[in-house]
């Protein structure tokens, strides 16, 4: 909430008139075996340009954690245009039970066709529902984001490092009643003395591992049931170290303009054993 007093503040500073501004903010809680999370996005922006701060926490109900919270902080701008989106991030999460990390990133996307849909995207992290259908191909947007991430974990009074670096190319397409959208992210180590804490693409929970790729595909249903859009989705995760993982997604969403509210189910596999989860969020937005 301090990051986005301090936004609000830097754009009245600017002379920008309080009136002028939108909001988007929501709350999303996950649950599973030994795991609940949850995630605060607010989206305060003003003409083409847009301050995101974000507050993610998770816990996992296990002695090998302590039953610790960690919690991440992050803020990402985004400067919006009908026909691209550039945006820049970064992150830290504090140090808790000895793990921390610090990110930061950047991500550009290209509407194809920016005259269905405004300043919406259907894929990347710009991506906002796009209600509504079309004859034929009605929109597609396509993009790439790019991300290093420092983890440091002590053990005992050693702390060790590792470096990641995650290049992720993403694609949405509105077609008829669907809108659709898929992504591949590639990962690179440098140092690999510390296990990874983090959220997968794809993924409604936080997992500690090295992954190597992940390929997420997403189908939503707009305008099949009144009020409702139902979703499903994809994703496989290759890991360094560990068996490679799957997880099917279904949901929905209900959009009632300044109210809006989801409901998900995820069906996680990976490799031994499937384990679910279950995210509720609701939304306001002005």
Same mark, same amino acid.
């Given at each position: ?6 936004s609000?503040t830097?754009?009245?500073g600017?002379?920008?008139?309080a009136s002028a501004?939108?909001?988007d ?7 599973g075996?030994?795991?609940?999370? /949850? ?6 922006g ?14 996992y109900?296990t002695?090998? /954690?302590d039953?610790?919270t960690?919690?991440?902080?992050g803020?990402?701008?985004a ?9 820049a991030e ?5 140090? &808790?039970?000895? /793990?921390k990390?610090?990110?930061?990133g950047?991500d550009i996307?290209f509407s194809?066709?920016p ?5 919406s995207?259907l894929?990347?992290p710009?991506?906002r529902s796009v ?9 597609v947007?396509i993009?790439?984001?790019?991300k290093?991430?420092?983890h440091?974990q002590k053990?005992?009074t050693v702390?060790r490092?590792t470096?990641q ?7 949405g397409a ?9 992504s591949?992210?590639?990962y690179? /180590? ?8 983090g959220f ?5 929970f ?5 992954p190597?790729?992940s390929?997420t595909?997403?189908v ?8 409702v859009t ?7 995760t290759k890991y360094k170290?560990a ?6 997604t ?6 009632l303009?300044? &109210?809006?509210?989801?409901?998900t ?5 990976n490799g031994t ?9 609701a939304g306001?937005?002005f």
């Amino acid at each position: 909430m301090k990051k986005l007093i301090v936004s609000l503040t830097l754009l009245a500073g600017l002379g920008v008139n309080a009136s002028a501004l939108y909001f988007d903010g929501g709350l999303t809680g996950t649950t599973g075996p030994d795991y609940s999370g /949850y995630k605060l996005n607010l989206r305060v922006g003003e003409g083409n340009f847009a301050l995101e701060p974000s507050i993610t926490s998770y816990k996992y109900d296990t002695a090998a /954690y302590d039953n610790k919270t960690f919690r991440t902080y992050g803020l990402r701008g985004a400067w919006e245009q009908e026909a691209y989106t550039v945006g820049a991030e970064a992150g830290t999460t504090p140090e &808790v039970n000895g /793990y921390k990390n610090v990110y930061a990133g950047g991500d550009i996307t290209f509407s194809l066709t920016p005259t269905s849909g405004g300043k919406s995207r259907l894929a990347g992290p710009g991506s906002r529902s796009v209600s509504g259908g079309g004859e034929g191909v009605a929109r597609v947007d396509i993009g790439a984001s790019l991300k290093h991430t420092a983890h440091t974990q002590k053990v005992l009074t050693v702390e060790r490092e590792t470096g990641q670096t995650e290049a992720s190319l993403f694609a949405g397409a509105k077609v008829l009643m669907l809108n659709l959208s898929a992504s591949y992210t590639g990962y690179a /180590y440098g140092d690999e003395d510390a296990t990874p804490q983090g959220f997968v693409p794809g993924m409604n929970f936080a997992l500690a591992a090295k992954p190597r790729s992940s390929v997420t595909a997403r189908v939503d249903i707009p305008a099949t049931i009144p009020m409702v859009t139902p979703f499903a989705g994809y994703t496989t995760t290759k890991y360094k170290g560990a068996k490679d993982s799957s997880a099917i997604t279904l949901g929905g969403y209900v959009d009632l303009n300044m &109210v809006v509210a989801n409901v998900t189910y995820q069906i996680f596999d990976n490799g031994t054993d499937n384990d679910s989860f279950v995210s509720i969020g609701a939304g306001v937005k002005f």
